[in-house]
């Protein structure tokens, strides 16, 4: 298992958290609140790698029927990861 602490920069905005890589998996946790802005600019810069990344957001799978309404899901990610 390797835990490695992460940043997406994006224009004048950055997103970071923590990325976990496991034998057959990985996840990523936020270390603030996402917005819909962030998943927006994701999707607009790789539509492929937004769909995956989503999939490994920590708790994405207690929001899976979200996923298409950005909104929807982002507010599901942060009830579910809120500490």
Do not use: Y
């Amino acid at each position: 298992m390797f835990i490695i602490d992460t940043a997406i920069w994006f224009s004048m905005s950055r997103i970071t958290g923590t990325l976990e890589i496991l034998d057959h998996s990985w996840t990523w946790k936020s270390d603030k609140k996402l917005t819909v802005s962030d998943l927006a600019f994701i999707d607009k810069v790789n539509p492929s790698f937004a769909i995956a990344f989503k999939r490994h957001i920590v708790g994405a799978d207690m929001c899976e029927k979200h996923v298409s309404d950005q909104a929807k899901f982002i507010k599901c990610l942060n009830a579910v990861n809120q500490v």
